[in-house]
């Protein structure tokens, strides 16, 4: 008897909660999946430690609050692994130091499926099957709401004022060093076309 419990023992399928699931599912989105973002980001107000703290945070929050908000049985599983399809592949396009492309020549590099896939596999596949695996439990419907609006109202409010408050300077910052960038690329290329 004890030999055939044992194996649906090791079998069981571990729960939890699905506020809990919403935040680590935010929480992976945040740091792992947007990293070329947040090293654009590092570089760009390294300087300004204020706007660079108030960003994080509201991109943070951010996250938090989408994952919270779409906590409820039978949307929360699709709609998770969509978000992982969607940002694995998004990274795979704006990281060019990612770890399955360091290996790929110059930034005009052919696209190579298999390294893609890899990937995919690896930030997108994974963490999906991981989230298929486990067992989500709901509360009841009015427990459910008052949990994930006690979440996701204060975090959205925080993305908003940051929204509101820092996205002018940021976008600011981002034309700048685009116009920095552009002004050292046009002084290259005309030292070369005007070079004896």
């Excluded at 004890?2 to 809990?20: N, W």
């Excluded at 990274?91 to 190579?112: C, I, L, N, T, Y």
């Excluded at 486990?134 to 925080?158: E, S």
């Amino acid at each position: 008897m004890s030999t055939r419990s044992a194996p649906s023992h090791l079998s069981a399928r571990p729960s939890f909660a699905s506020l809990t699931v919403s935040l680590a599912t935010g929480l992976y989105l945040f740091l792992i999946t947007s990293r070329d973002f947040w090293m654009e980001t590092w570089a760009l107000l390294g300087a300004r430690p204020d706007t660079l703290v108030l960003v994080t945070s509201g991109f943070f929050c951010l996250f938090i609050a989408t994952c919270v908000i779409f906590s409820w049985k039978n949307v929360m599983k699709p709609l998770f692994i969509l978000l992982l399809l969607i940002a694995a592949a998004a990274a795979w396009f704006m990281d060019d130091d990612g770890v399955f492309r360091a290996a790929e020549q110059g930034e005009g590099a052919p696209f190579q499926p298999l390294r893609f896939a890899f990937h995919m596999l690896a930030f997108a596949g994974i963490p999906a099957a991981f989230l298929l695996w486990v067992k989500v439990v709901h509360r009841p419907f009015f427990w459910q709401l008052r949990g994930n609006l006690a979440i996701a109202v204060p975090t959205l409010v925080v993305a908003l004022a940051v929204a509101l408050t820092h996205s002018g300077k940021y976008a600011s910052i981002v034309e700048e060093d685009l116009k920095v960038a552009d002004g050292g690329s046009a002084a290259g290329a005309s030292l070369i076309t005007h070079r004896p």
